[in-house]
């Protein structure tokens, strides 16, 4: 079957950097999307990486390595408006190429 | 949340009790999507529809109906609400590459 993991929470200071990984296990991987979800708030999406490497936008740069089944979300210059939760999801052959989930990261920053 | 109506934004139910909860679209996309959020869980599928006329189920279709009733709206439906099935919902839509979802406002259900 499917899975992803992500960590539940990462906590940084305002202004700086963090890192958001994300390992996933599928059978026919297609892409990993990155959205932000504010909370009360619906996801948003961020970026997709089909192929392996970083995609910039802005402040955000999401990394694919598919050799590894692994990527990341970097978010740079962190303002407290960042304070969401990020979900990695997967396009794959085996769920129809639907997106499968991960559970989300809380991050929290501080001042 | 542009392009993506849902209705209703709450709604309390008791076991047992029917609902539809609506979705509709401006943003001409063919694909249109219904997701739940259980605390502390990603997006999990219920179902979805590639176009017009087309549905088909997701990761956890059980206990829900869809219907595509043009090109511009999803309604679902639960016929005998449960317990288990208290969640937010999300309706969703994407593009022909089908990469950036755009999402509803979402629905706060609870079923007592």
């Known amino acids: 079957g499917q899975s992803l993991e992500q960590p539940s929470e990462v906590t940084a200071v305002e202004g700086a950097i963090v890192q958001i990984n994300c390992t996933y296990q599928?059978?026919?991987?297609?892409?990993l999307s990155w959205y932000q979800q504010h909370d009360g708030g619906a996801p948003t999406f961020l970026s997709y990486?089909?192929l392996d490497g970083l995609e910039e936008t802005g402040r955000f740069s999401s990394f694919l390595s598919r050799s590894d089944s692994y990527g990341y979300l970097l978010l740079q210059e962190l303002q407290m408006k960042d304070s969401a939760s990020y979900f990695c999801?997967?396009?794959?052959?085996?769920?129809?190429?639907?997106?499968?989930w991960g559970a989300g990261t809380k991050l929290i920053i501080k001042p | 949340n542009a392009g993506v109506t849902q209705t209703p934004k709450f709604q309390v139910l008791k076991t047992g009790q029917s609902m539809t909860l609506q979705c509709a679209q401006d943003?001409?996309?063919?694909?249109m999507y219904w997701y739940r959020q259980d605390p502390g869980m990603g997006l999990r599928l219920i179902y979805y529809?590639?176009?017009?006329?087309?549905?088909d189920k997701g990761e956890v279709p059980n206990g829900y109906n869809v219907s595509r009733l043009n090109k511009r709206e999803f309604s679902l439906r639960l016929e005998s609400a449960a317990p288990s099935q208290t969640s937010v919902y999300f309706c969703?839509?994407?593009?022909?590459?089908?990469?950036?979802?755009?999402f509803g406002s979402g629905t706060q259900l609870s079923v007592l």
């Open positions: 969703a839509i994407a593009g022909q590459a089908n990469e950036k979802l755009f």
């Open positions: 943003m001409n996309h063919n694909s």
């Open positions: 529809s590639a176009s017009e006329g087309t549905t």
């Open positions: 599928t059978s026919g991987f297609y892409g």
């Open positions: 990486n089909a």
């Open positions: 999801a997967v396009r794959d052959r085996a769920s129809n190429y639907q997106l499968i």
